[in-house]
């Protein structure tokens, strides 16, 4: 079946550091991919998205490539804010009746002023 | 206007009731469902709701059943509640059932089973 993987945290950096969280996935079709971000106390909130291999999605700083050959799918952001900090799940849609998503475990970051 | 609105944010309950959590979304989407996220944190997705049509995830107990009204709405009715029901449920929905589109998550209802 389907799954995503992605490091644990948490990932403590500080303000205007460099971020990469790892992704790689298994599917058995042509998933979509996907970043969400959960903000504490509140519900997921679509970071950023890619349909197709090579494609990059990108959204308020951040960059993710999809990279099939190595069926993986990073997050990075060149300069983190305290604002940033938040659980961020990687997660893929394949073709599967009812398109539901398998989610990766969360990655907790913590940006520190 | 919320997206996808849920209540209630809070239900607290003992364990052997019946309770029900209620989904609305205003986005004219055709496709809706239910998320489990546990105390690590961990998504499991529960059940799809596309246009009349319901999609059950096989891991999902009996006990759990969807209703939905119409397409705005969809409904998670919970039987005999279990401490291991103690959760957050989320709600969402997607404008269809391709894969590449996104889904809009509702704020959450944390169930706490005593």
């Known amino acids: 079946g389907d799954s995503v993987t992605q490091m644990e945290g948490p990932v403590t950096l500080s303000e205007e550091a460099f971020l990469t969280i790892n992704c790689t996935y298994t599917?058995?079709?042509?998933?979509?991919l996907f970043w969400y971000v959960q903000y504490p106390g509140e519900g997921l909130q679509l970071l950023l998205k890619a349909t197709k291999a090579d494609d990059k999605g990108s959204n308020k700083g951040f960059e993710a490539t999809y990279r099939k050959e190595t069926t993986s799918f990073h997050l990075e952001k060149g300069s983190v804010q305290v604002s940033d900090s938040a659980v961020y799940f990687c997660?893929?849609?394949?073709?599967?009746?009812?398109?539901?998503?398998?989610f990766g475990g969360g990655t907790r970051l913590m940006v520190k002023p | 206007d919320t997206a996808v609105s849920q209540t209630p944010k809070y239900l607290v309950t003992q364990m052997g009731n019946d309770k029900s959590i209620k989904c609305e979304q205003n986005l004219g989407h055709d496709t809706m469902y239910w998320y489990k996220q546990d105390s690590k944190k961990f998504l499991k997705i529960m059940f799809s709701?596309?246009?009349?049509?319901?999609?059950i995830n096989e891991t999902v107990p009996n006990r759990f059943s969807p209703k939905s009204p119409d397409k705005a709405h969809l409904n998670l009715h919970i039987n005999s509640l279990e401490l291991g029901d103690s959760a957050v449920y989320f709600c969402?929905?997607?404008?269809?059932?391709?894969?590449?589109?996104?889904?809009?998550f509702g704020p959450g209802t944390r169930l706490t089973v005593t």
């Open positions: 709701y596309n246009n009349k049509e319901l999609i």
């Open positions: 969402a929905s997607s404008q269809d059932l391709h894969r590449s589109y996104e889904q809009y």
């Open positions: 997660a893929l849609s394949d073709n599967n009746a009812g398109n539901m998503l398998t």
């Open positions: 599917a058995t079709g042509y998933p979509s």
